[in-house]
Structures are given as C-alpha cells and as structure tokens.
C-alpha cells in the first residue's frame, strides 16, 4: 500500500493553485487567433513553423501573464474580495504568496520575451513595436496609475490584442503583408473576444461598484451591457460574413455553422445571473474558439 508523503500532497495543492492562477480556460482567446491569422497565409505562402510555434508560446505566455497580473494587482487594490462572484483568486484567497505569483509572473514573461525577440527578429521592427505595446498592456490593464480595466477599456484592449494583434500579427509575420480580409477576420475574432471580457464584467458589477472600478458594465448597467454582448457576438457574424461573401461562397458555411452557438450565448446573457454566467464566460470562451478554429480550417480546405 503507498503512502502519500505531506510533500507530495502540498505539491499537488501548489499545481492545483498554479493552475486555477493562469486560467487555463481564458487560453482559447489566445490560441485561436494565432490559428486564424496563420491559416489565411496559406493562401499565399507556405507556413514557417518556427514562427507559427513561436507566435503562439508568446500569445500564450502574454496571456497567462496577463492573468497573473490581474491576479496580484487587483489583490493589493482591494478590486479583489472575499465578496466576489467570479472563480477564486489565488492571491486574495491567501492560496500562493505575493513573492511566488512576482516570480510566477517575471518567469512567464521571460519566456514571451525571448519568443517575442525571435519574432521581432524575423518580422522587422513593426512586430518589435507590437511587442513591446502586447508587454506594457500586461501590466497598463490592471495597474499603474490609470489601470485600463478600471476605465472602461478592457472590452476594447481585448479588441486591439487578441483581434487585430494576434491575428494581423500572425498573418504578417508568415507573409510580410496586410490585407483587408485579415482586418475582417481579426475584427471578428476580436468581438468575440470582447464579449468573454464583458460577460466577466457584467458577473462582476455589484463588486467592482463598490470599490469604485468602473468597467464599461459599470457605467452602462447591467441591462445596457447585456444588450451590448448581444451586439458584440452579432457585429462578429455580420461581419465576418461581408468579408468572406467576396472571397469564397464556401467561406459562408462557418457564418451558418457559428448561427446556432452565438444565439445560444445571446440569449443565455439575457437571463443568467451570479455565479452562473462564470459557466457563460467559458462558453463565450468555446464559440470565440469555435470561431477561430472553423474559419481556420475552412480556409485551409477551400482556398
């Protein structure tokens, strides 16, 4: 019979603790964009898979980061209480220490550093310039002297990186070029993307009132914000179907494909309440992917 030794159970509990840190489930926001910005460069070029690889670790590390951040900024703010709605927050619930989460957070973003060197290196100095912005937008969301969550730009700072950034990005690194189909696309993405930080905001009114950070839920109001995340989720079908229509009919199938979940989100943002749109945010999270990865594949297949 094996016995578990105190050690190994209290580094079970630190992974456990790590793991509800990064928010494993807010990755899908990262990842897709890398996905769609890289399948459309196969249309024209074929695919560096140091550079897809390396997009991606740095997507993924500036968004953990991003997480970690959050995490230990909103702690030391008092944004964070024992009060909230949301899923536990490592800090605040006393589960990892400030000096680990600095380490945590200084290790994470070492490695989108170095990533990020090598794909500056590769893509010239306007990717260098998008990655030092994607760096101060880790800490300028949560902290310093005008942290953006607290001023009603989170749902447009999503837009900005994890649409425009991440997908524009991607795509340009592979083919050194812009194009008006990849900003439709992005916009797209980044819509979906916004409306995941607005459901987490919506969740969280009645807390972030009370210590004076004010979100763009905040200042709408429950109502209005419901009504903005059905305009957000609609404004990424309509236009992610204008611009495909001028490249491929078959392109269409993912606007019919994506009808039915983005309805289902829609109308689960009208009535949800509390705790139960944390189960919202994480199917926001799906569809956004779902999105990403669909079109991606779509425009492998048929172009």
């Known amino acids: 019979m094996l016995i578990k030794s105190p050690l190994t159970s209290q580094f079970k509990s630190q992974l456990k603790y790590w793991w509800?840190?990064?928010?494993?489930?807010?990755?899908?926001?990262?990842?897709?964009?890398?996905?769609?910005?890289?399948?459309?460069?196969?249309?024209?070029?074929?695919?560096?898979?140091?550079?897809?690889?390396?997009?991606?670790?740095?997507?993924?590390?500036?968004?953990?980061?991003?997480?970690?951040?959050?995490?230990?900024?909103d702690s030391l703010s008092g944004v964070d209480s024992k009060q909230r709605v949301g899923p536990v927050r490592v800090v605040q619930a006393g589960l990892i220490s400030l000096s680990a989460i600095k380490l945590g957070l200084a290790l994470i973003c070492t490695v989108a550093m170095l990533s990020g060197l090598y794909l500056a290196v590769e893509g010239g100095w306007w990717i260098l310039a998008l990655g030092v912005l994607s760096f101060l937008g880790v800490f300028a969301y949560s902290a310093g002297p005008f942290p953006l969550a607290s001023n009603a730009l989170g749902e447009v700072t999503?837009?900005?990186?994890?649409?425009?950034?991440?997908?524009?990005?991607?795509?340009?690194?592979?083919?050194?070029?812009?194009?008006?189909?990849?900003?439709?696309?992005?916009?797209?993405?980044?819509?979906?993307?916004?409306?995941?930080?607005?459901?987490?905001?919506?969740?969280?009114?009645?807390?972030d009132q009370a210590?004076?950070?004010?979100?763009?839920?905040?200042?709408?109001?429950?109502?209005?914000?419901?009504?903005?995340?059905?305009?957000?989720?609609?404004?990424?079908?309509?236009?992610?179907?204008?611009?495909?229509?001028?490249?491929?009919?078959?392109?269409?199938?993912?606007?019919i494909l994506l009808v039915a979940p983005s309805y289902y989100v829609i109308k689960k943002g009208f009535t949800l309440q509390g705790s139960a749109?944390?189960?919202?945010?994480?199917?926001?999270?799906k569809v956004g992917f779902l999105y990403c990865f669909s079109v991606a594949l779509s425009l492998i297949i048929f172009l």
Not at 41 to 54: C, L, P
Not at 211 to 239: D, P, Q, S, W
Request: proline fraction near 1%.
């Open 211 to 255: 210590v004076k950070k004010y979100t763009l839920a905040v200042i709408l109001g429950e109502h209005k914000a419901r009504i903005l995340l059905a305009m957000l989720i609609t404004a990424a079908l309509i236009i992610h179907a204008i611009f495909v229509i001028q490249v491929s009919s078959m392109l269409w199938l993912t606007t």
């Open 158 to 207: 999503v837009l900005i990186f994890f649409g425009w950034v991440s997908v524009l990005g991607s795509y340009y690194l592979q083919t050194g070029t812009l194009s008006f189909l990849a900003f439709g696309l992005a916009t797209s993405a980044g819509l979906y993307s916004s409306a995941i930080m607005l459901v987490n905001n919506i969740r969280d009114i009645a807390t």
């Open 277 to 285: 749109l944390n189960s919202l945010l994480a199917n926001v999270a």
């Open 20 to 73: 509800l840190a990064i928010r494993p489930s807010t990755l899908l926001a990262s990842i897709g964009p890398i996905l769609l910005g890289t399948a459309l460069a196969t249309r024209d070029v074929d695919i560096n898979m140091g550079i897809f690889f390396s997009a991606l670790v740095c997507a993924m590390s500036l968004q953990i980061a991003v997480n970690l951040a959050n995490d230990l900024f």
